[in-house]
């Protein structure tokens, strides 16, 4: 059983999806699909587990055809963290998003949701687990596709057009990405990516290498949106239902992130991606436009989703920054910030998921007064903004400490002033939308307001408190981020 | 012999032209098309392209499906048919998607161009 | 050792404990108020049972908490920190005591949340005092910053707004700008931001490294107000008189110069500081002290020529700092304490005559000594202590600071200070003229005597206080010594 677990943390939730499918009724897909999250969360922990527990990969041949012709499921450090913090963001926002999903999606499509969210977890888990290169485009357009209707599935029409303009984006990405696994595919005959690793080890200054290697990582850039491939987030975040967005932005991106460290480090090779190419230089530039393009716009937005849209692709940067640092602090930065983004900006969304529900809208100006109606949502606010910010104490701080090492390992101390002046953007914007909760009266005739569910606000503090105690305590992230970090730069020998 | 080998490099690679072709043609019509459905259309030839990338290597002429029998000698590669079967169904999907996104968006705009829908929008 | 470290653990729990009970008493203002007097006078014992101990020569720790590698939260104290929690907590009481009268006679709102938010700025200021590295320093100096933000915009009006944003936006991000890169700098230069005797940046760094961390430092520590960055203190004079004087006695500034001295001595080290790469910093502080005492001159509104003074006085401590001898470094923790009684007594004074006579216009002034006799004695204690007039306490910082500077023969330090007692001189003794010698010239708008007798009381205290460390200087002064006795 245990040594099959690979196969099943796959298997189940696609033939559970199948399941809700045909069921259709609302309490009950819930139930499975809860059920099946928290079942890929437990399988994923274990997994990672006995990673840790025996220093070893797993690695399961599906099918029972040895890699490289059958496909390889292989479970390392890094995989097997990306695994946990998808499963468990899974399984959190689908005890969030009930009375949201109710409220925000037609009666008759609550069963689909449940179906479409379960393809989707299961593509997320797909692209992290597996270790073929075209296996990771089969989960990806899985995940993809059901994002799409996930978003689609919002009552404002505008969700709609956002899916479209998703789709377009998106599969222009994964197209891309196949194509560059096609280029290397016709000069290695491999898609096993260890496998791929190995034989692309001579051919690696080949232009069909280095074009395959070009649209890979544009490909997996829009995947990404990182700046300026990023078009497709701000209105896709803004207005898919709540729940959709708080998984979106714990995870979509963050596994597309986890497939290029894979591509640069593992199947290209520290040696070639980051030492012989400019790529480092490109990623650096781009994240840093990202950082203070995504601030900037965000200091402008009205409505309060699409700010925290906005404020994502700044903090992909950070992440994607820690990448182009290509030193082991830097990175270990990067690692931490996608478990750390992912709590901190799913709590702010299931937040402003709340604010939705109670006020109606997302916009700033409707929020007057929430800081006296709904404490509990507007405090986490606060605090939520605080890690952000990365005010020390929270997780914000833990990554923006690595990432600033790890420039000044480089020598690049103007890196750090750009990453504090950031900060300070980051501190406007959430001070912004704090201040008109607390500080403007909530006009006479406006609809009175009160604190959202329970079991959304229970959620929500959660992760927030998430986000203080792995601010002191980082033995989880930091310890499990520096192994994956030694695997990554270790996997060139 | 200057000439011809450029001839050989042209037409050697007369597969990988045309998915050059197919890259650029579909993107284009991405680009530069408002109308959405247009715009799927360009997306399938993109995605069109891949297939002609991944199969065409595979090929060798006088070569069969791998049958084990005396008679056959030199195989094509059958994976790269196989993995582009998956890539057909994804594309397949893909195209029907945004189909019924597209319907959606009619209903809900009374137009599928996309100047109409999106500028005619307060998207904050 | 280890009941002293609980005793540390103990200084800052009590005032956050005391901030959970205050905020769930707030429909029964009496237990409140009690709450808070009580956390007061239990973190008043704490703090003092820690100083024999230290006078002794010992130097509580606790263990360090590992937040990384390398980055840990630790406390310990030494005698810098030992003077200003102190301070913080011997304020804390009677600033308590003063609070109730004056929040109660002017029936300020939200007063759970004041008293609330003012136990955690207590709690975030026994954090600074007892920091045992850097982080924790500015952990807790950040954590300071936030909770006293609800209590500079109290009232809640635009004015209060505004001035809070400018609070705000100026402490956090000269600390985020600034200070932060200067907190990481460190660390990877020294490898540790531990404090340690004698500093912990490694011989032979550039000298061009050095005046940059210490442009960040000094700047970076927006609450030691060196100019520009003292934009913040004259904006928070929205709010009510107990937080000026939380702001400008007991914790805020405090915190700041605490901060200044506390990097000077134990992350430069002095023989680093007295180098001349750092020697920016005595002409910055020093045109500072001027620069703001001719402000000061010019204010007709009483708290914001209290502010500017402040701004001025703050600067006395900095430019002590970085004269980077021993002497001087006595002089800077004798100024902060003296500076901190003072100071209280003077807001205390100017809360009291707004709460008696809704008076805020130095110009309305005239013969209010008559009507409010304990006040204006307790004004002029806490001027002449500001100016530095024996028998009071700011005397003494001046006397240290003074013969530092003839030690080295500073001629420019010895002309700021001697201008600068001028300038005092020239704004506050006309308060006192006014007050005692003329003629009423605006008639007040109901007959008022002194204010609520807890007011007189917590100021008359101060006052009291202020003449008593003239005369009892022993225990900060042989904290202050145990500091540079170390160094020597």
Redesign the interface.
Known sequence: MLDQLPAIIIAVPLIAAAVCALIRNETVCWLIALVVAFASFVGSATMLGQVQKYGEDISYKLGGWAPPVGIEYKVDLLAGYVLVLVSLIATAVLIYGRQSVKLEIKKNLHGWYYTMYLLCMCGLLGIVITGDA?NA??FM?ISS?SM??LI?LGKD??A??A??QY??MG??GA?MY??GV??L??IT?T?NMADLAMRLVPLLDTPAAISGMAFIIVGLSLKIALFPLHLWLP?AY?FAPSAVTSFLAATATKVSIYLLMRYLYTVFGFGFSIERTPIPEVIMVLSLLAIFAGSFTALF???IK?MLAYSSVAQIGYITLGIALANATGLTGSLVHIFNHAVMKGALFMLVGGIAMQVGTVRLSDMAGAGKAMPLTMFGFVLGG?SM?G???TVGF?SK??L??GA?ENGW?WI??LL??S??LV?VYM?RVI?VAF?RERPVDAIPLKEAPKSMIVTAWVFLLACVYL??D?SFT?GVAEQAVNVLLGGVQ | MEGLNELAFVLGGVNHWITVFLIMAGLYIIVSRSNMIKKLVGLSIFQTSVYLLYVSPGKIIGGTAPIISDDFTVYSNPLPHVLILTAIVVGVATLALGLALVIRINEAYGSIEEDDVYSGEDWN | MTDLSLFIVAAMLIPAVGAGLIASSGSRPNVREAYTLVTAALLFGVVFLLVPSVLQGARPATEGFDLLPGLSIQFVIEPLGMIFAMIASTLWIVNSIYSIGYMRENKENKQTIFYTCFAIAIASTMGIAFAGNLFTLFLFYEALTLSTYPLVTHKGNDDAKAGGRMYLGILLSTSVLFLLPAVIATYFIAGTGDFTVGGIIPEGESPYLIAALSILFIYGIGKAAVMPVHRWLPAAMVAPTPVSALLHAVAVVKAGVFSVVKVIVYVFGLDLFSGDATSWVVYAAGFTVLVASIIALGQDNLKRRLAYSTVSQLSYVVLAAAMATPLAIIGAAMHITAHAFGKITLFFAAGSIYTAAHKTEISQLNGIGKRMPFTMAAFTIGALSMIGVPPTAGFLGKWYILSAAMELKDWFVLFVIFVSTLLNTGYFVPIIYRAFFKAENVPPAHEHGEAPWPVVLALSLTALGTLALFIFPEVPLALAKALVGQIL
């Open positions: 075209f485009f089969v357009e596709l799409y209707t689609a029409r505008r709609v057009a899916a479209y789709l377009i599969t222009i197209t196949i194509i096609g280029l595919f016709t005959g898609l209105n803004a937005q009205e409505n699409r605080f910010i005010v020390p104490g833990v400490w690595y600033a090492m000044l101390w750090v002033a504090m002046l900060s300070l501190l001070g201040e500080f601010g002191f980082t930091v």
